[in-house]
């Protein structure tokens, strides 16, 4: 078979045990459920980015992305709450 490229998925086991001990809501897939425009959790103060979310996409730029905005969204809750 011709190919030009080869994308292997080797899968992945969603780490939230931590957040579920502290009362985060987890989907059936264990993924870590967020507001998708701010990446807070159910828990006030609490936010999660990345693969551990149940955002549809698991790409490294969309873990960045989610990222920067669960950072700024952190920020944003401290500054108001400090």
Request: proline share 2%; with cysteine.
């Given at each position: ?18 957040a579920e001990k502290l009362g985060v809501?987890v989907n059936e897939k264990k993924e ?42 952190a920020f944003e809750y401290i500054d108001?709450?400090?």
């Amino acid at each position: 078979m011709k190919l030009d490229g080869v994308f292997v998925a080797i899968g992945h086991v969603v780490l939230s045990e931590l957040a579920e001990k502290l009362g985060v809501n987890v989907n059936e897939k264990k993924e870590i459920m967020i507001d998708h425009k701010t990446a807070e959790t159910n828990v006030p103060g609490i936010y999660a980015a990345g693969d551990v979310t149940d955002r549809p996409f698991k790409q490294a730029i969309t873990g960045v992305s989610d990222g920067c905005v669960a950072a700024y969204s952190a920020f944003e809750y401290i500054d108001k709450n400090a």
